[in-house]
């Protein structure tokens, strides 16, 4: 092996050793957690949140309860999810290198090791798993989203996770309703 071959897994080796990543929390700033991104439909036009109970505290956020879609789409239509951190950072909101992209959610939702089972699906009542339509009613089990991480990049100052639906129909023509609701924040380091 070259010298300068060892001294390279020397340094990789070193830094691995001696990087540690830190733990994270977002804390959400409003308590009904999301507000509506500007000129575009929020969760007013999404879904009917009169019957979920939702609040953030140091464990995390807490659901529980039920909500009934009213985004007038079609069940068994496709509907994709764009979800992106941004930074506040000189005035103005910077996309970080953090997104997901779902392209198929009614799909993803019944998949055991995707984000959106893993994050939401997993909670709700099996008879009430069914693909987005306007009326259908998701019954979920009390459930806490931790809203912590860990990071090995500093990662503390004002975000918000901006999050867009879209939904096309039979033909696969793009509707002209897009779902666009944000959670701005805080990330502190604990």
């Known amino acids: 092996m070259n010298p300068l071959n060892s001294l390279i897994i020397v340094i990789i080796l070193t830094l691995g050793f001696e990087a540690q990543a830190a733990l994270y929390r977002f804390i959400p700033e409003y308590p009904e957690l999301s507000i509506d991104k500007p ?7 999404f879904i009917d949140r009169s019957e979920l109970v939702v609040f953030y ?17 079609k069940k068994g239509g496709r509907v994709t999810m764009d979800a992106e951190l941004e930074k506040f950072f000189r005035g103005g909101w910077q996309q ?4 997901v992209r779902v392209l198929g959610f009614c799909k993803e939702m019944k998949i055991i ?7 939401r699906s997993r909670h709700v009542f099996p008879e009430d798993l069914q ?21 090995f ?4 100052g004002r975000y918000k996770v901006v999050t867009f639906f879209r939904a096309y129909d039979e033909h696969n023509s793009l509707r002209p309703e897009v779902i666009c609701p944000e959670i701005p924040g805080d990330i502190i380091k604990i």
């Not at 000129?39 to 036009?45: C, E, I, T, V």
């Open 39 to 45: 000129g575009m439909a929020g969760m007013d036009h």
């Open 57 to 73: 505290d140091d464990e995390g956020i807490h659901y529980s309860g039920t909500f009934k879609m009213i985004w007038d789409i």
């Open 96 to 99: 970080t290198a953090f997104s």
């Open 113 to 119: 090791h995707s984000y959106i089972y893993e994050i």
């Open 131 to 151: 693909c987005l339509g306007k009326g259908i009613k998701y019954r979920h089990s009390a459930f806490t989203a931790k809203a912590h991480g860990q990071a």
């Open 153 to 156: 990049i500093n990662m503390e």
